[in-house]
T-cell receptor, first 117, second 110 residues
Framework: GAVVSQHPSWVICKSGTSVKIECRSL??????MFWYRQFPKQSLMLMAT?????????EQGVEKDKFLINHASLTLSTLTVTSAHPEDSSFYIC?????????????FGPGTRLTVL | AQRVTQPEKLLSVFKGAPVELKCNYS??????LFWYVQYSRQRLQLLLR??SRESIKGFTADLNKGETSFHLKKPFAQEEDSAMYYC????????????FGTGTRLLVSP
């Protein structure tokens, strides 16, 4: 149980286009989901925290108009990279907490590799 | 501000040798600390958490508040332990935000 999926697993896009990444909790309700970014051989950097039905909370330095986050249901959060540029190329990882199980463990998705040409 | 430091990028040991992956933290409040592991081509997963005081796959970690450390230890490393290990600290804000260290790659050779 407690599986988180991401789609797509990898995407290549042209500079200036927008890309949407989905994060789903498959067998539990996730009231809170997190979006991370990971550069090669570096740690995970939290971008934003999203709660179902409310606006995402962005970390300092993360442009909310650039990285649009929507958490419309208890099983789905989306991250849209708007007007993507090559410097947005990275590995994007989501995680979700299963508060229904009385645990604050974060369950991670497999990640999405974005390459912007 | 919360900060997690993992001083070693790579730790290479032979099978059967003891392992200690170092983690130090900076936090003004009462910390909750975790170790996450990422095996090759797999997603990040929780290995253990300090409040559980458990041993998972032979690994243990003790929170030392005096030294602000949460080192991960295993007395006899196995080849299947080879992975990327991240120490993480849970922030005091209400959204259970995790702050990760930069990670240590453990390589266990036969």
């Amino acid at each position: 149980g407690a599986v988180v999926s991401q789609h797509p697993s990898w995407v290549i896009c042209k500079s200036g286009t927008s890309v949407k990444i989905e994060c789903r909790s498959l067998d539990f309700q996730a009231t809170t989901m997190f979006w991370y970014r990971q550069f090669p051989k570096q740690s995970l950097m939290l971008m934003a925290t999203s709660n179902e039905g409310s606006k995402a909370t962005y970390e300092q330095g993360v442009e909310k108009d650039k990285f649009l986050i929507n958490h419309a249901s208890l099983t789905l959060s989306t991250l849209t990279v708007t007007s993507a540029h090559p410097e947005d190329s990275s590995f994007y990882i989501c995680s979700a907490t299963n508060e229904g199980r009385s645990t604050d463990t974060q369950y991670f998705g497999p990640g999405t590799r974005l390459t912007v040409l | 501000a919360q900060r997690v430091t993992q001083p070693e990028k790579l730790l290479s040991v032979f099978k059967g040798a003891p392992v200690e992956l170092k983690c130090n933290y900076s936090y003004s409040g009462s910390p909750e600390l975790f170790w996450y592991v990422q095996y090759s081509r797999q997603r990040l997963q929780l290995l253990l958490r300090h409040i559980s005081r458990e041993s998972i796959k032979g690994f243990t970690a003790d929170l030392n508040k005096g030294e602000t450390s949460f080192h991960l230890k295993k007395p006899f490393a196995q080849e299947e332990d080879s992975a990327m290990y991240y120490c993480a600290l849970k922030a005091s804000t209400g959204f259970q935000k995790l702050v990760f260290g930069t990670g240590t790659r453990l390589l266990v050779s036969p």
